[in-house]
Every structure is written in structure tokens, then in C-alpha cells.
T-cell receptor
């Protein structure tokens, strides 16, 4: 089955630094989504990507849909303490029955920001 | 627009019991997906419902089931609970369940003792 490898597993950075994380897949996806999850809460959608090569920004966040459709990247610029949380990538393949409503998730990147 | 709501937020059950969790999607969303989140396995897809029909199912035993009502609200049921069923159960809603954005609720934290 499809697997997503997300790296790094964790990051400890200083406030103001930029952050990069990525996901790679063994198969292609039609949609890539990036989420942030904080303790005790559900994942919150940050960015959605729909086309290979697409680059999308949401404030200080920028994400890209890889050309091969097997990878995606998320960058956070000028990090602040409230960026702390777990970031997940998720992909969906549009292939009829076995893909309806199914997101495949990476293992997550735990981000810690020191003031 | 109100977000996805899940009830209850926390639940403690005993091994062998059964449990029902509820999810109300964003108004206008017809697809509801359920996921199990554990520290060891991460986020795993359980099943998806659209227009009261289960269209897709993940690799979970038959003890895990669900349904969807005509107003798109969904419930999932776990029978004969096992210790390993302790997890955060998340539901997510989307317009059509095919390639669009999924929005998650806060989850139900289930603890099986």
C-alpha cells in the first residue's frame, strides 16, 4: 500500500529561523494537504495542493506539490513560538472506490520553537 | 460556518464493552471520513461515508463499523473493545470526498481499561 515518509521527525529551532520539512511517497498522489495539530486537538488544514509543480502560500507558510507527484515540501519562514506543534503531510489518490475519502498521512514533524 | 463537531470528547470504557462516537460535519459537506490516531501507528483511515453509503473502508477488523444519516451526521461504533483500541478518533468532513480538502473535528479520546 501507499506509504508516506515525512522528515525530519522533529526540529528544535530558535524563534525567527526558517523551517523546511518534506514528504515522499512510494506512489503518486493527486492531492497533497498539510496539517498542523496541537495537543488535544484535531489537525487543522494549512495548505492544499492540487497540481504537480504548484507552489502555494498561506502567510508565512509555503508548500509545493512535487513535479513527480510523489513528494511535497512545506516551508515556514521567520518562525514564532505559536508555530509549535506537529505538522503532517497527507496525500490522496483519485482512483475510484479505494480512494474515496481516504487520506494517507506522514508520521509527522514535531516542531519546537525556542523564544 | 460552524466547524466539525465530535461528541463526546473523552470516553473511558472497559474491555469487552462497545462504544458509539458521533460526528457532525460542516454544513453542506456530504462526505465524512473517520481516522484512528495512535502514537505507534499515526493516523490511519477507518472508513468514509457519502450519502448514507460506505464507499471506502480501511484495514480494520469488523468490530469497527459506522453509519451516516440523511443529514450527513455520522456515527462510528466499536464493539467488543480491546485495550489496543485506546486512541484518538477523528472525523473529517469534505464536500465530496474526492480530492478536496478535509476538515477535522477535535476528536474523541477513547481510553479502554
Amino acid at each position: 500500500g501507499q506509504q508516506l515518509n515525512q522528515s525530519p521527525q522533529s526540529m528544535f529551532i530558535q524563534e525567527g529561523e526558517d523551517v523546511s520539512m518534506n514528504c515522499t511517497s512510494s506512489s503518486i498522489f493527486n492531492t497533497w494537504l498539510w496539517y498542523k495539530q496541537e495537543p488535544g486537538e484535531g489537525p487543522v488544514l494549512l495548505i492544499a495542493l492540487y497540481k504537480a509543480g504548484e507552489l502555494t502560500s498561506n502567510g508565512r507558510l509555503t508548500a509545493q506539490f512535487g513535479i513527480t507527484r510523489k513528494d511535497s515540501f512545506l516551508n515556514i519562514s521567520a518562525s514564532i513560538p505559536s508555530d509549535v506543534g506537529i505538522y503532517f503531510c497527507a496525500g490522496q489518490l483519485l482512483a475510484g472506490g479505494t480512494s474515496y475519502g481516504k487520506l494517507t498521512f506522514g508520521q509527522g514533524t514535531i516542531l519546537t520553537v525556542h523564544p | 460556518k460552524a466547524g466539525v463537531t465530535q461528541t463526546p470528547r473523552y470516553l473511558i470504557k472497559t474491555r469487552g464493552q462497545q462504544v458509539t462516537l458521533s460526528c457532525s460535519p460542516i454544513s453542506g459537506h456530504r462526505s465524512v471520513s473517520w481516522y484512528q490516531q495512535t502514537p505507534g501507528q499515526g493516523l490511519q483511515f477507518l472508513f468514509e461515508y457519502f450519502s448514507e453509503t460506505q464507499r471506502n473502508k480501511g484495514n480494520f477488523p469488523g468490530r469497527f463499523s459506522g453509519r451516516q444519516f440523511s443529514n450527513s451526521r455520522s456515527e462510528m461504533n466499536v464493539s467488543t473493545l480491546e485495550l489496543g483500541d485506546s486512541a484518538l478518533y477523528l472525523c473529517a468532513s469534505s464536500l465530496e470526498g474526492q480530492g478536496g480538502e478535509q476538515y477535522f473535528g477535535p476528536g474523541t479520546r477513547l481510553t479502554v481499561t
